[in-house]
């Protein structure tokens, strides 16, 4: 499918940003934008690359009402050469679609989801930023913009993308978060859309993540939606647990998110000798194993939070310290290996970057 370049206008162009330091996550938007429509007649159309400007939606549209969205997240990093990569993108061309399929809307090509973006990134090069730690965030997005108020999957969508060149996820960068097991609300149950990376998941978790920040804590570790006994995932990461002889993560049982990075993490330990089961892992053999001094450990995976180490869990009012509280030693050798990888330093002999500029 062609894909148009429609021409940026000079009062489009924005101030770049001046100090990469000072990034953050998420607050800074590049020039343009991919857009690409989807209409029940006539399929995927009109796949244009455009400035980067507010929508003018129905107040009526699906989206608003009955949530239908879906969204991805990676990023582009820049080499020492100055060279652009992508890591891994076919695994988030392909959670796309099972997203969409979860949710009744359409599947999108997974190479016209890889081609738009590397297209949309060599427009926006200079966006991407190279000091250490940061990169450009590519967040892909499909919403439903029938205007009808009838519960039902929309006839139009629009899929976009838009670039955001970031820092650390966490505001305190690579120090160790402080994580409150949720007993209370839960994240998702099994048949509901927990695996799907849609907005409602994150929405129905603000409540709990808010008690948590009033207590201290950076986020919430979910239990199982039935048992509340099983660890899940924390909302922004896939959790691991290091101990003397395995890395325990929870399995794939269709509530949880099939990180890219939790992937990559399990691939790059197993190499380094470690063994990794996923397991169920009640959160009272946690508690219990944490205080025994056997969890070393604790670390979370995902494309924003890369790897994140967990110093303390909370967890009915005790404050459980991991390890020594600091960053462990497995923590730090996947976050050098995998940002390594990442950033073009260590050789890639998985086949997990793209070049694209
Ligand atoms: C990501 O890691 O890319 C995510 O989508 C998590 C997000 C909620 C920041």
Known sequence: MEIKELPLPEDKRKNRFTDESKLGFGRIFTDRMLMIEWKADQGW???????????????????FHYAQEIFEGLKAYRWADGSIALFRPEINAHRFNLSADRLCMPRLPEDLFIEGISRLIRLEKEWVPGAEGTSLYIRPTMIAVEPVLGVKASDHYYFYVILSPVGAYYA???????????????????????????????????????EAKKKGFDQVLWLDGIHKKYIEEVGSMNMFF????????????????????????????????????????????????????????????????????????????ENLTVGDGGVGKLTQKLYDTLTGIQYGKLEDSYGWVRKIA
């Open 242 to 317: 290091v101990y003397d002889d395995h890395v325990a993560t929870a399995p794939l049982t269709g509530s949880i998110l099939k990180g890219v990075t939790r992937d990559s993490v399990m691939q790059l330990a197993g190499r380094l000798g470690f063994n990794i089961r996923e397991r169920q892992v009640t959160i009272d053999d946690l508690v219990a194993d944490i205080r025994a001094g056997k969890v070393k450990e604790a670390f979370g995976s995902g494309t924003a939070a890369v790897i994140t180490p967990v110093g303390l869990l909370g967890y009915k009012g």
């Open 45 to 63: 159309v009109d796949a244009r690359i455009q400035p980067y400007a507010p929508f003018v939606l129905d107040p009526s549209s699906l989206v």
């Open 172 to 210: 305190a960068g690579f120090d160790p978060v402080k994580i409150l097991v949720e007993d209370y609300y839960v994240r998702s149950v099994p048949g509901g859309t927990g695996e799907a990376k849609t907005g409602g998941n994150y929405a129905a978790s603000l409540k709990a993540a808010q």
